[in-house]
């Protein structure tokens, strides 16, 4: 990869658009002035949003956008979360979201950062980069919060069902990321989620994948449980992305459920508001440290280039994490790391 890492942006992606992504990613070229960052939308909300955002305007038709580090790119359309994954592949070529992957295709850019439709990003992304040597399908992974400060898991949606082959190849990509970006350990310990412990437990699929992950080289230390993935005995847990995506959601919504009652606990009386404000700065201290922005951008690993998925909901603090991740993931060049420990070089 060149020595100077490049990052596209759809920013006409996620929930808010321009309002957040282009925030964002000005805040990341302010911090990275060593990474190009091209923004890719819409001609009128790229002038308007940096316009607001940037003192002193700037031209964006020009290029810069009072950084060095900062060009534009205008698209035509924009890929809209209803979009049907196929029909955005065959009809939106001219889309931000397709042309920052056409950026990394070409090795223009590093990698590139997108809040959109999942199903879309993931299928042009297969579409555009294919597949690394080595690896049958791409996988979304991403950091949960543990006690141990954070676990890989993998797939968080990108495939319904996996064959025992792919769990293994997910074990693989996930003990790279665990070890190349978190430094967790130089043998992360990869485990595989199942409905228990015991080696009996587990449909004929987990079993195999099971035999498959014992006899990989990894640091595989073997059927791991739900509650596990909030301890600090597993770096990486893989699964397949139904389960994953399941296991996502219900901890998102067990989060919220946490933290809503929470506040009608300490706001139910003015002994208790007194309680809540004594609390106030363990409170503070955990819900830092639970921050799911601070957690923001899953990587679809696997693929011939870097793609990484921001939370469409995600704010500036989120969408600028998500950017952050792009950038961690190139400067360790990822794919390569994969492709060279599945036996075939990158690109080939």
Sequence with gaps: MSALLHIAIDVMSGDRGPSVCIPAALAAAGDFPDVRFTLIGRQADLERQIAQGVSGGGDPSGGTVGFANVSCLFAAEVVEMADHPREALRRKKNSSMRLALDLVKSRQATACVSAGNTGALMAMAHFVLKMLPGVERPAIVSLIPSRGGHTYMLDLGANASCTPAQLCQFGVMGSILAADLAGAHEKPRVGLLNIGEEEIKGNENVQAAHNLLSASGLNYIGFVEGHDIFSDKVDVVVTDGFTGNVALKTMEGAARFISEALR?????????????????PALDALRARLDPRRYNGATMV??????VKSHGGADVF?????????????????????AERLGAPPGA
Excluded: C
């Design 318 to 338: 989120g969408f600028q994490r998500a950017i952050e991740v792009a950038i961690l993931e190139s400067r360790t060049d990822v794919p390569a790391r994969i």
């Design 302 to 307: 696997g693929l011939n280039g870097i793609v």
């Design 264 to 280: 009608e606990e300490f706001t139910r009386s003015s002994l208790r508001k007194l309680g809540a404000l004594a609390a106030k």
